[in-house]
């Protein structure tokens, strides 16, 4: 009989699923997770600190789908979250490695806005997205403030009223 193994990219979905079921309850470290499932007799794969990189390497190409303005903002979230984590435990280079990924996201969001093929309200959400990349590399502990008033100006309500709505929804 064959013990069932966990890869963190699993342990990363149950704990997706959990905050999905249970909302803010069902918020928990993927440490935790793994921690339960050894403790069920499953087998984790798990890294020691020096292969911490590749253990995220899954999840931050996961982070950079976003299609809409309320996806952006997760997807900013994510990485703000893992950067705050990543710097806390001294772990410079993962997170130079979330900076990274937030420049990718950034300059792919350039290329859809510059694209004269897409749709021309896209492009506009799209550029509105580079700016938050932009900032959010910039000034991280300021963005969310910063954001939170960003969606309440004339300007952006103009531009994205329709967009907001949807995302306050």
Not at 59 to 83: G, Q, Y
Not at 100 to 129: C, F, S, T, W, Y
């Amino acid at each position: 009989m064959s013990v069932e193994r966990f890869t963190p990219a699993e342990i990363e979905q149950l704990r997706r699923r959990l905050m999905a079921q249970f909302g803010p309850g069902g918020k928990t470290s993927p440490e935790y997770i793994a921690q339960v499932l050894q403790q069920a007799g499953m087998r984790v794969i798990w890294s020691t600190d020096a292969d911490t990189e590749g253990l995220y390497e899954e999840k931050f190409h996961d982070l950079l789908h976003f299609s809409t303005l309320e996806e952006a903002e997760i997807c900013l979230m994510r990485l703000d979250e893992l950067l705050r984590k990543f710097r806390s435990e001294n772990q410079r280079a993962t997170a130079e490695r979330v900076l990274e990924v937030a420049r990718l996201g950034r300059r792919r969001a350039e290329m859809i806005a510059r694209n004269p093929r897409v749709d021309a309200h896209k492009r506009d959400e799209k550029q509105e997205i580079v700016q938050w990349f932009r900032i959010w590399l910039e000034t991280p502990d300021a963005f969310f403030d910063w954001l939170d008033v960003r969606k309440q100006s004339p300007e952006y309500l103009q531009r994205f009223g329709d967009s907001a709505s949807a995302a306050d929804a």
